[in-house]
């Protein structure tokens, strides 16, 4: 048995305290904020419980569904037949299957091959190591052509990455293309998933499997430091109190780890900075109609300054339509100072771009999220950046959602690394502790 202090009570964290004490440590879980889940946490939207920031699941997602089969919750995993689209040219065009890529008018017949062979291509390999430091726009010109670029991924790129865009990673996106290619009931039909009750329903799983087995979870109790002495960890000091620890887990963004943790060494200090993060405003809308019959609906028009917009109750069934509006940018850029009423105001206005019908009647309620560091800015040769998980210090593993890479952000790759973050819990040296004479 180890005694573990947990750092962050998001999925990955949760998911790691579980895993933990299933082997048989004991175990703390401390989390800053009021409520548990993190990114996947829920809100009263209303009267409706809802996602702070939209998460889905495709077929890919083993870890999830093991997670889920082990706290017997693998019976609420839904699956619905979804689509996507383009909004373009101020008119919506299906996407994401063979037909719609046949008839669309957005591209002619050479960029239709090229693009459809590369798309198809990309979802049956098996690993992108050969595209690590390329990047993405790079290798969709390449593949697709400079031309599709230009007409279905540069504005994309653009308003998620800003003046990063050309340098985002192509192993990155490429896996993100082939997860959701292979979530499919056919070639021509997507199928994505959820759990029913959203994602409140795995994390109130985890925190009573945490519970049932002996470990604890203390919420509003903010990480101010992990001690160390002699090179290995000691404990934390979070809340103004001290936990005492033989082993940390700590899942909080990277940028905030070097001020945790003052005894890194400078050069892991600098490896943690090194990694640069996009922020996110999420803005979220309760409709009394549909903006499209689509779940997500990518964005091309440059009367609107957002990539896309996620329909949620398209994939997940809900009583009125919810949308969310996700405004990616840096955080020094000047609209991440905007007030809510400033977002609400301009992201319903895009969607009444896509959908002329609605009306400011249609609007039952908005609300605004922000994150700042929601997306790693994930470059060429982005894996040699990223540090190892077992830091120098010994007994300390630190990892974030930038440790998913070349995946993207989601339930099952934090599942992932928590179980082998939980397997590699006291395995490393541990020094050696004098006897006591008593």
Request: charged share 25%; glycine share 8%; hydrophobic share 40%.
């Amino acid at each position: 048995m180890t005694k573990t202090v947990i750092i962050g009570a998001g999925a990955m964290g949760l998911a790691a305290a579980h895993y933990a004490l299933k082997l048989g440590h004991e175990v703390e879980v401390i989390e800053a904020d009021a409520v548990a889940g993190g990114m996947a946490a829920h809100f009263d939207f209303d009267g409706l419980s809802i996602e702070r920031f939209y998460h889905f699941i495709c077929k890919p997602d083993a870890p999830t569904f093991a997670l889920m089969d082990e706290l017997r919750i693998g019976h609420l995993m839904r699956w619905r037949t979804t689509s996507m689209a383009y909004f373009a040219r101020d008119r919506l065009h299906k996407w994401g299957d063979p037909i719609s890529l046949l008839t669309t008018g957005l591209l002619n017949p050479i960029e239709k091959l090229r693009y459809g062979v590369q798309m198809f291509l990309t979802s049956r390999r098996r690993n992108f190591d050969d595209l690590e430091n390329v990047s993405a726009r790079d290798w969709i010109e390449r593949g697709a052509g400079a031309s599709v670029y230009e007409k279905l991924w540069r504005r994309l790129m653009e308003l998620k990455f800003f003046q990063y865009a050309d340098d985002v990673s192509a192993a990155w996106i490429a896996t993100r293309i082939r997860r959701v290619g292979r979530s499919r009931r056919s070639l021509l039909q997507e199928e994505l998933g959820y759990i029913e009750g959203g994602s409140e329903t795995l994390i109130t799983a985890l925190t009573a499997s945490i519970r049932a087995q002996g470990g604890r979870i203390r919420l509003a109790t903010p990480a101010e430091q992990v001690l160390t002495r002699d090179g290995a960890v000691t404990g934390v000091r979070a809340g103004g109190r001290l936990f005492e620890a033989q082993a940390v887990i700590s899942t909080v963004p990277t940028p905030f780890v070097a001020g945790l943790i003052p005894d890194l060494p400078e050069a892991s200090k600098a490896d943690y900075h090194a990694i640069r993060n996009i922020g996110v405003i999420c803005v979220v809308h309760k409709l009394k109609q549909s903006v499209s019959p689509h779940f997500w609906v990518n964005i091309v028009d440059p009367a609107i300054e957002v990539p896309g917009v996620i329909e949620f109750s398209n994939l997940r069934p809900m009583p009125q339509s919810v949308v969310y509006v996700p405004y990616y940018m840096p955080t020094d850029h000047p609209k991440w100072r905007w007030s809510d009423e400033a977002l609400i105001e301009e992201s319903f206005g895009y969607l009444r771009r896509i959908n002329p019908n609605l009306t400011d009647s249609d609007r039952l309620a908005s609300r605004v999220g922000r994150l700042r560091y929601a997306q790693p800015l994930c470059e060429r040769g982005f894996a040699a950046r990223i540090p190892p998980i077992r830091t120098p210090i010994s007994g300390l593993q630190v990892a974030d959602t930038c440790f998913y890479y070349p995946e993207d952000r989601g339930v099952s790759e934090g599942a992932r690394i928590a179980h082998e973050m939980a397997l590699a819990i006291g395995t490393d040296h541990q020094p050696r502790r004098e006897p006591v004479y008593i």
